[in-house]
T-cell receptor, first 112, second 114 residues
Framework: NAGVTQTPKFRVLKTGQSMTLLCAQD?????MYWYRQDPGMGLRLIHY???????AKGEVPDGYNVSRLKKQNFLLGLESAAPSQTSVYFC???????????FGQGTRLTVV | AQSVTQLDSQVPVFEEAPVELRCNYS??????LFWYVQYPNQGLQLLLK??????LVKGINGFEAEFNKSQTSFHLRKPSVHISDTAEYFC????????????FGAGTRLAVHP
């Protein structure tokens, strides 16, 4: 049972480049989330999804887009990367009606 | 809206000593409270949670936390720490309902020294 898997694990981008981070969960969870982790700020919610085909904005959505075309996958896109988006990105999933969220191992993104 | 304040950014402690990591929260609605641990270069792992009932909750690895509604606190404690407890600890809160969106504190880095 893989749980929550994020790809890639590391990436370096140049300013203005685009990329997509993939999150896949095999637990049939309804809810999925993208967080970013920055030193001294904990984790902040970027976007989330409560089911296939749905997305909603979190606390810090600007500069990111998401899609959830399949229940098991939640994609985070950066259309034009900026140095301020240098961070560690975590995906999480949660079964509806349950309280525990499960986290992926993170993607370390550096924008130069 | 909810917010979480972790009062210490770093806590150094010697092995086998007790430790307390402090967390205060604010919310105008009922909340659930969580502590997560992050080992170096790892994702987050749930240590324990408070949903309702007994205010003292026990988690994995010998950790426990006490919910204090009047002081809006949820401090994490361990009576005797090990080197392996060195990690970053995050307190988090979410509404008792809704879509399980977690609000995290800034984290406390626990450094256990021999």
């Amino acid at each position: 049972n893989a749980g929550v898997t994020q790809t890639p694990k590391f990436r370096v981008l140049k300013t203005g480049q685009s990329m997509t981070l993939l999150c896949a969960q095999d637990m049939n969870h309804e809810y999925m989330y993208w967080y970013r982790q920055d030193p001294g700020m904990g984790l902040r919610l970027i976007h989330y999804s409560v089911g296939e085909g749905t997305t909603a904005k979190g606390e810090v959505p600007d500069g990111y887009n998401v899609s959830r075309l399949k229940k098991q996958n939640f994609l985070l896109g950066l259309e034009s990367a900026a140095p301020s988006q240098t961070s560690v990105y975590f995906c999480a999933s949660n079964k509806e009606g349950e309280t525990e969220a499960f986290f992926g191992q993170g993607t370390r993104l550096t924008v130069v | 809206a909810q917010s979480v304040t972790q009062l210490d950014s770093q806590v150094p402690v010697f092995e086998e000593a007790p430790v307390e990591l402090r967390c205060n929260y604010s919310s105008s609605v009922s909340v659930y409270l969580f502590w997560y641990v992050q080992y170096p270069n790892q994702g987050l792992q749930l240590l324990l949670k408070y949903l309702s009932g007994s205010t003292l909750v026990k988690g994995i690895n010998g950790f426990e936390a006490e919910f204090n509604k009047s002081q809006t606190s949820f401090h994490l404690r361990k009576p005797s720490v090990h080197i392996s407890d060195t990690a970053e600890y995050f307190c988090a809160v979410r509404e008792a309902g809704g879509y399980n969106k977690l609000i995290f504190g800034a984290g406390t880095r626990l450094a256990v020294h021999p």
